[in-house]
């Protein structure tokens, strides 16, 4: 099982660390693209290097890489998530402007119609966003924002986090131990 996952320049990065760290307890191979701006992010938001975070992977690609094996539709992947999705990767992505790997790669999954999850993490979201989530869902792309639920009584980010990894997870069919399903509480 090999999996495409991207980090893009929102915040937020630790949601793709973090599915990183989830795909590897999985024994999920995984291909990964840094974005320049995620790059800047990863130093900012987080106490790890960028190089920690790529070595976290199985594979890194350069974000200009356009000629990488990954940019092809004869390699054969689960899908690819794109976990944060900034709007401008959204925004690329739905308008068909592959500039760089992390569009490439996502314009790949719709013609060779794999599974596409976008992560977007932003608030609040304007007209042009919405309008650009419209067109990627209508290609058939998985959008799931970056808003985790309460029903499993989180006690910590830590938890919040886990949980969206784990619904993003389940999405592929990976089960996990980061997702708690809803249990009727009464």
């Known amino acids: 099982m090999r999996l495409i996952v991207a980090i893009s320049g929102a915040s937020g990065v630790?949601?793709?660390?973090?599915?990183?760290?989830?795909?590897?307890?999985?024994?999920?191979?995984?291909h990964l693209i840094v974005s320049r701006w995620a790059e800047k992010i990863?130093?900012?938001e987080t106490n790890l290097t960028v190089e920690q975070v790529k070595e976290m992977a199985d594979y890194n690609y350069e974000v200009e890489?356009?000629?990488?094996?990954?940019?092809?539709?004869?390699?054969?992947?689960l899908g690819m998530v794109i976990i944060p999705c900034s709007?401008?990767?959204?925004?690329?992505?739905?308008?068909?402007?592959s500039e760089n790997l992390i569009h490439r790669c996502a314009e790949v999954?719709?013609?060779e119609k794999c599974k596409?999850?976008?992560?977007?993490?932003?608030?609040?979201?304007n007209l042009?966003?919405?309008?650009?989530?419209?067109?990627?869902?209508?290609?058939?792309?998985i959008i799931a924002p970056l808003m985790p639920p309460y029903y499993h009584q989180p006690k910590t980010i830590d938890e919040l986090i886990n949980q969206m990894i784990g619904k993003i997870l389940n999405i592929f069919g990976?089960?996990?131990?980061?997702?708690?399903?809803?249990?009727?509480?009464?």
């Open 109 to 111: 999954m719709l013609k």
């Open 14 to 30: 630790i949601y793709g660390i973090r599915m990183l760290e989830a795909l590897k307890e999985e024994k999920v191979e995984t």
């Open 128 to 141: 042009i966003h919405l309008r650009n989530m419209v067109k990627l869902a209508e290609a058939g792309v």
């Open 87 to 97: 709007t401008k990767t959204l925004a690329a992505i739905a308008n068909g402007y």
């Open 42 to 44: 990863i130093e900012y």
């Open 65 to 77: 890489d356009l000629a990488a094996s990954i940019a092809s539709g004869s390699s054969d992947f």
């Open 116 to 125: 596409l999850v976008v992560a977007p993490r932003e608030t609040p979201l």
């Open 174 to 186: 990976v089960k996990s131990r980061f997702y708690k399903e809803w249990k009727k509480p009464f």
